[in-house]
């Protein structure tokens, strides 16, 4: 095994820390990019809605498991054969997907229409332009998601212990803040590009919504030229080891079910006109739940079994990495919280329903008063783990969350000022974004050289899932409380949800606050792990406990 030499200087650390960061966040941008320009791609490539809407949720659903799967395991492979060449692959592989999703109704459909013609078919191309999006979309993601985790694990080879929570932090801020600002950024792109186009400003029809991959292009190719200049003659650690296939594959199942079960509950909703329809989920529900189940529960029996595997799940054994883990789970379940609750009560306010466009400004706006505190929060966490160690720092930002979610909780009316939302936001957002640093620093600092990149990958993955479980249970949750505090008001079960009513705005930000104090009961238990981390400072934590081997 080769170990990276010390031999950056800070100025070199700081410009590689940014540019592996801009294709973290553009890759991120784009997991959420595509729900704002979707009826437009949908108008664009003629699709017939009646036949294909469903299959067109394929190219936002598509890329979030493709996502998550390729972070589950390619931080691994980085381990294996070294962290720069599996940046610079997975950065190529983004280019090349972002390509194929910007002419997806081009050249890459005259090719898949040639090879089903060859097999005796005659495909609709409207369709088949669908499919070659969806297949961009993953290649796209398959590239995106592994940038995460392999940028951690190149801080962590980069950066000695004491150092690592302000960039870990960072890292982790840009790649949240990019999906969550990816529908706000797309939204607004297409409407102004659209203006432009009305005005006869914009005659190319590649200017259009295809100009927001290509953008990708030019961007990760200079990212990529330069990343491969300053780190041309840094050696990175490898492990002599086998890849774990099997792991992989358990992994892989896991995150498709599990998704698409617990996606279920949000998909149910999507067509409801009455809250008696709201009573049973997808049929393949249940299913996929109890398969993703199995197949997580085959992969943690693999894991702890073989010689040489995927995650090191012993690791969980460990206090400082254990407690972080579960932290980062509820910090996920609670960003999830803010994340729901704001669309919804600035769309129950808006009474006039061809100002939709609107709302959806008013709420990304509202969203950046929580994402840009949490961003900016990430500094001081960064430097108040090297000075007062794990505990400190995310017991206090836990804290402080804890107060901005109360105060939403108890203060929220549907009628508030933008002023006093966005104060309250930003008091959760920066709490909240206090425990990046501390927690990404605790879980790098606690594996081996030779593991970090699959413990980087595990970092993620655990607030993912705080995020997807939340999301599918709130929305779940939400809505039939809404059902029960409706059917009580007007004695019907079968209320028409359309009716813009007094009524459904009152239950609706009752609701809301109900979410907000359980965003402020989910800090207060996420406190328990986070005081239970220790105090010891970065440099203790590993003169104190030995290095984890692959297998203990």
Not at 4 to 23: G, K
Not at 229 to 248: C, I, M, N, Q, S
Not at 402 to 421: C, I, K, P, Q, R
Request: aromatic content about 8%.
């Amino acid at each position: 095994m080769t170990t990276m030499p010390r031999t950056l200087h800070p100025r070199n650390r700081r410009l590689i820390l940014a540019l592996i960061c801009l294709p973290v966040f553009i890759g991120a941008l784009d997991l959420t990019i595509i729900s704002a320009v979707l009826p437009a791609v949908v108008i664009d490539l003629e699709i017939p809605l009646e036949t294909s809407l469903d299959d067109a949720a394929w190219a936002v659903s598509g890329y979030l498991i493709a996502y998550a799967v390729t972070m589950s395991f390619m931080g691994r492979v980085s381990d294996l054969v070294g962290r720069r060449r599996v940046f610079l692959i997975c950065l190529v592989i983004f280019i090349a997907g972002s390509w194929l999703v910007a002419t997806c109704d081009q050249g890459f459909t005259d090719l898949l229409v040639a090879i089903a013609r060859q097999a005796g078919d005659r495909p609709d191309r409207s369709n088949v332009a669908l499919m070659a999006l969806i297949i961009g979309r993953v290649v796209q993601a398959l590239g995106a998601g592994a940038m995460v985790p392999v940028s951690m694990a190149l801080v962590g080879d980069l950066f000695p212990p004491e150092q690592r929570a302000q960039p870990l932090g960072v890292i982790a801020a840009a790649d949240t803040i990019g999906w969550v600002l990816g529908s706000v950024y797309g939204g607004v792109m297409v409407k102004w590009l659209s203006d432009l186009r009305t005005a006869g400003a914009l005659q190319s029809p590649f200017f259009d919504w295809q100009i927001l991959f290509f953008i990708n292009i030019p961007i990760g190719i200079v990212v990529l030229a330069v990343t491969w200049w300053v780190l041309r003659g840094t050696a990175t650690p490898t492990e002599k080891g086998r890849f774990d296939y099997l792991g992989a594959v358990f992994i892989t199942l896991a995150h498709v079910a599990l998704n698409l079960g617990l996606g279920a509950s949000t998909e149910a909703t999507s067509g409801v006109t009455s809250f008696d329809e709201l009573s049973q989920p997808p049929e393949y529900a249940a299913p996929m739940l109890v398969g993703g189940l199995a197949a997580l529960g085959l992969f943690i029996w693999w894991e702890l079994r073989h010689h040489d595997p995927l995650h090191n799940l012993r690791l969980f054994a460990r206090r400082v990495y254990g407690t972080a883990a579960v932290t980062n789970f509820f910090v996920g379940f609670a960003l999830m919280i803010g994340l729901v609750s704001v669309p919804i009560l600035i769309n129950v306010r808006q009474t006039d329903t061809t100002q939709l466009d609107k709302a959806a400004l008013e709420s990304g706006l509202l969203l950046f008063w929580l994402m840009i505190p949490m961003a900016l929060a990430a500094l001081p966490g960064g430097w108040l783990t090297s000075r007062y160690g794990y505990r400190a720092p995310v017991a206090l930002g836990l804290a402080i969350a804890l107060v901005g979610f109360a105060l939403m909780g108890l203060s929220w009316t549907g009628n508030d000022s933008y002023v006093m939302m966005a104060l309250q936001l930003t008091i959760a957002g920066a709490g909240l974004g206090l425990t990046f640093s501390p927690i990404s620093a605790a879980a790098v600092n606690s594996a081996a050289e030779h593991e970090r990149g699959s413990v980087s990958a595990l970092v993620i993955m655990i607030r993912l899932t705080g995020m997807t479980i939340s999301m599918s249970s709130l929305t779940t949750f939400a809505l039939r409380r809404v059902t029960v505090l409706t059917a009580a008001v007007t004695g019907s079960a079968t209320f028409d949800m359309n009716a813009a009513t007094h009524t459904v705005f009152e239950v609706t930000v009752q609701v809301i606050r109900e979410l907000m104090l359980l965003g402020a009961g989910v800090c207060l238990i996420a406190l328990i792990p986070a005081l239970l981390m220790g105090a010891a400072k970065a440099r203790e934590q590993l003169g104190g406990e030995p290095q984890p081997a692959s297998s203990d």
